[in-house]
């Protein structure tokens, strides 16, 4: 078990930015091996959707078209923390936002449209809240 904790959430005006944090940790961590790490987002009565992903060795990054932009993606492996910086919100990002980690190279579509599937994602953590006001 690889336990996932999500921080930095909270209350902002549109405009204003925020800058979430994803710590993991777990005493199966070290055997986990390299993860990606994928961010996203569920309001109240609505699909979870992806956010933002970032392979386990920064060799790419991936946005949803809503973050292109907008949110930044990074890590750093050595304090098994993930950042995703949001700026320029807006209150269609209000939302609960929880980051998830899938073993790197484990599953690859065609279309290479993997890192958008929840499904794949082995830890999610809590999630962390983030409301912004008009």
């Known amino acids: 078990q690889v336990q996932l904790e999500e921080s930095g959430g909270g209350l902002v005006q549109a405009g204003g930015s925020l800058r979430l944090s994803c710590v993991a940790s777990g005493p199966t961590l070290s055997t986990y091996g390299v993860y990606d790490v994928g961010w996203f987002r569920q309001a109240p009565g609505k699909e979870r959707e992806f956010v933002a992903y970032?392979?386990?060795?920064?060799?790419?990054?991936y946005y949803a078209d809503s973050a292109k932009g907008r949110f930044a993606i990074d890590r750093d492996n050595a304090q098994h923390t993930v950042w995703l910086e949001m700026n320029s919100l807006r209150p269609e990002d209000t939302a609960v936002y929880l980051c998830?980690?899938?073993?790197?190279?484990?599953?690859?579509?065609?279309?290479?449209?993997?890192?958008?599937?929840?499904?794949?994602?082995?830890?999610w953590g809590q999630g962390t809240a983030v409301t912004v006001s008009s």
């Open positions: 998830a980690v899938r073993r790197a190279y484990a599953q690859r579509y065609p279309d290479g449209s993997q890192y958008q599937d929840r499904s794949l994602y082995a830890y």
């Open positions: 970032i392979t386990w060795n920064h060799a790419r990054t």
